[in-house]
């Protein structure tokens, strides 16, 4: 059974770069998208992009010029990096796999991530 | 791209039948049979309930069932259950040069 956990810090002040990191286990990175997706306390589901083995990256275009998400298949491992956070990036980051006819199949338990000075 | 519209609440007896409207535009889900439904229960992770429409993952049961017609997709509960409240979203993936994914606001389903 495929697993995965998201890692990386509770608490970022704002104007840092947020870097998260999803482990993948149970199973090969090698196949397959690979997904950030996230909410905010008490809001809906936002997708943030999606990465594919090769390193081929998509991203929400309200997102996207703040967005930057790689992937390491020695590790197996991807990444999520999100600069310029402020208060409204507070949220539970999610990572997950994605098929290709867009449906997330394998999440993570999710990270609260905090903006806060 | 603006988030799918959905209803936020849905409320039904155990054993009834309610469902779920999420509506989009013809430049996804009308132009995709890309749609996807997650449940979501409190401080849980999502789980996907219905994908490409209408197919059910591996051991979801067949209460849950997916349609679609013109720029609105629907997700029907029947024999409603104490543990189907929870919060439902729907999903449409948008292929193209820039592919993308859109949510719906989410609904909350209550058992009365």
């Known amino acids: ?26 199973g090969s990175i090698r196949s397959y998208y690979w997904t950030w997706i996230r909410q905010s306390p008490g809001k809906g589901l936002e997708w943030i992009g999606y990465v594919s083995t090769s390193g081929s990256t998509n991203y929400n275009p309200s997102l996207e010029s703040r967005v930057l998400i790689s ?4 590790k197996n491992q991807f990444s999520l990096k999100l600069n310029s956070m402020t208060a409204a990036d507070t949220a539970v980051y999610f990572c997950a796999r994605f098929i290709g006819s867009g449906l997330a199949d394998f999440w993570g338990q999710g990270t609260l991530v905090t903006v806060s000075s | 791209q603006s988030a799918l519209t959905q209803p936020a609440s849905v409320s039904g007896s155990p054993g009834q039948s309610i469902t779920i409207s999420c509506t989009g535009t013809n ?8 749609v996807s439904w997650y449940q979501q229960h409190p401080d849980k992770a999502p789980k996907v309930i219905i994908y490409d429409v209408s197919n059910r993952p591996s051991g979801v049961s067949n ?17 409603l259950q104490t543990e189907d409240e ?17 949510f719906g606001g989410g609904t909350k389903v209550t058992v009365l």
Do not use: W
């Not at chain 1, 992937?71 to 020695?74: L, R």
């Open chain 1, 1 to 26: 059974q495929l697993h995965l956990q998201e890692s990386g810090p509770g608490m970022v002040k704002p104007s840092e770069t947020l870097p998260l990191t999803c482990t993948v286990s149970g």
């Open chain 1, 71 to 74: 992937i390491d298949t020695s």
């Open chain 2, 27 to 34: 430049s996804d889900i009308g132009a995709y049979n890309y």
């Open chain 2, 63 to 79: 209460r849950f069932s997916g349609s679609k017609s013109g720029n609105t997709a629907s997700l029907t509960i029947s024999g």
């Open chain 2, 86 to 102: 929870a919060h439902y979203y729907c999903s449409a993936y948008v292929r193209g040069s820039s592919p993308y994914v859109l």
